[in-house]
Every structure is written in structure tokens, then in C-alpha cells.
């Protein structure tokens, strides 16, 4: 079973705090993401990264910065964090498409909720 | 740039009453399109997916989905709800070319009466 995990269900942090959210998952997968899930805006991505120590801008990176030092762990950070954070952040992962497939499928975690009071 | 609509924020149908999820897409070549389920404190779990082929494409507790593109649609069926399929239902097209990465909808609240 492909399993997915975030350090935290609840996170409650104060503006300007610096906040880590970390994912690890135990299938060995190249991809990791990060997203941030809103009401009626559905899942955003905040920011991929395909291999250890690469990453590349999703849709809303403003705020954000991340790190993958080890392939099973991807980590993201808030550098000062601010109201308009609040929200629930999940955490994917997959296989690189290899060749032959045309999509892997992306395996979430449970979903970090913080609130940044 | 692809996007994803879900017209309805919320639905509520009576367990055993049938269910349609409506799903519209914006993309220029043929989408890989995707159907999740989020149940209450669960991440997303995938219940469908269609990359070509039959438009008619079953999935995993009794769900299934129909690919128009005439309609640009993907809309999710299930003939009877049951109580557990109370949760949130996304919509998602896969990025072509873009290392796996996929964009969603804004997602259907669906509330089960008994």
C-alpha cells in the first residue's frame, strides 16, 4: 500500500513565524508536490519537484520555498508566515512518467490544516 | 492554459437516489481527465481516470464517468448513492508534457439525506 504521510494534522502558528510542513512517502516516487486545497477553489499547486534537490514553480509559489534533500522527503516552507495562509496543505506523490505511460497516478497525503493567527 | 469548472459547490440527494457530478474542461488536445474523492479528514483518493478509448470509463465503488467532447464534459455518475459517499468529489485534467502535474476544480460538496 503506497502510503503518504504529513507531520501534522493541526498546525496553529502566529504571523511571521516560520513554519515547516513536512511529507514523506515510502514508494520510492520521483514526483512529490505540494498543494494548497481552499474552499471553491479546489487544489492548487504550490510547488513540484521531480528529483532530490530539484523543484520547479507551481501556480502559486509566492510565499512559499521547498526542499527535497532525500527522495522520500519533501518539504515545505513558509518563510514568515501570514493570514493568508491559512489553509489546508496536501501533500502527492507518483512515479516519473515513464515511457510507454502516459500519466502516473498521484498518491496524496491526509493534509496538513494550518491556521496562522 | 487547461482549466477545470465544477458548476455546483454543493449537492444533496437522498441515499438511493441516482447522482451526477458535472465536470467541464478547458484544453486544447485530448485530456487525460481524472475523478477524486476526498472523504472527511482523508486525502484524495483517485476514483476514475480516462486517457482514451472507451468514453464510457467505470471506477472504483460503483462510480462511473462519461468523456463528451463535444461538451467538453467528464461528468461522474453513480446509479445509487449510498450514506458513505457523503464527501468532496474534484474534477482534474492532467498537464501534457508537464512531469505529471494536474489541474483541478473547485470541487462538489456532496451531502447524502437518509
Known amino acids: 500500500d503506497v502510503k503518504v504521510t504529513q507531520s501534522s494534522r493541526y498546525l496553529v502558528k502566529r504571523t511571521g513565524e516560520k513554519v515547516f510542513l513536512e511529507c514523506v512517502q515510502d514508494m520510492d516516487h520521483e514526483n512529490m508536490f505540494w498543494y494548497r486545497q481552499d474552499p471553491g477553489l479546489g487544489l492548487r499547486l504550490i510547488y513540484f519537484?521531480?528529483?532530490?534537490?530539484?523543484?520547479e514553480k507551481g501556480d502559486i509559489p509566492e510565499g512559499y520555498s521547498v526542499s527535497r534533500e532525500k527522495k522520500e522527503r519533501f518539504s515545505l516552507i513558509l518563510e514568515s508566515a501570514s493570514t493568508n495562509q491559512t489553509s489546508m496543505y496536501l501533500c502527492?506523490?507518483?512515479?516519473?512518467?515513464?515511457?510507454?505511460?502516459?500519466?502516473?497516478?498521484?498518491?496524496f497525503g491526509p493534509g496538513t490544516r494550518l491556521t496562522v493567527l | 492554459a487547461q482549466s477545470v469548472t465544477q458548476p455546483d459547490i454543493h449537492i444533496t440527494v437522498s441515499e438511493g437516489a441516482s447522482l451526477e457530478l458535472r465536470c467541464n474542461y478547458s484544453?486544447?488536445?485530448?485530456?487525460?481527465l481524472f475523478w477524486y474523492v476526498q472523504s472527511p479528514g482523508q486525502g484524495l483518493q483517485l476514483l476514475l481516470k480516462y486517457f482514451s478509448g472507451d468514453t464510457l470509463v467505470q471506477g472504483i465503488k460503483g462510480f462511473e464517468a462519461e468523456f463528451k467532447r463535444s461538451q467538453s464534459s467528464f461528468n461522474l455518475r453513480k446509479p445509487s448513492v449510498h450514506w458513505s459517499d457523503a464527501a468532496e468529489y474534484f474534477c482534474?485534467?492532467?498537464?501534457?508534457?508537464?512531469?505529471?502535474?494536474?489541474?483541478f476544480g473547485g470541487g462538489t460538496r456532496l451531502m447524502v439525506k437518509p
Open positions: 502527492a506523490s507518483s512515479f516519473a512518467r515513464a515511457s510507454g505511460r502516459v500519466y502516473n497516478e498521484q498518491f
Open positions: 519537484s521531480y528529483d532530490v534537490k530539484m523543484k
Open positions: 484544453y486544447g488536445a485530448t485530456p487525460y
Open positions: 482534474a485534467v492532467a498537464r501534457r508534457g508537464a512531469g505529471n502535474m494536474l489541474t
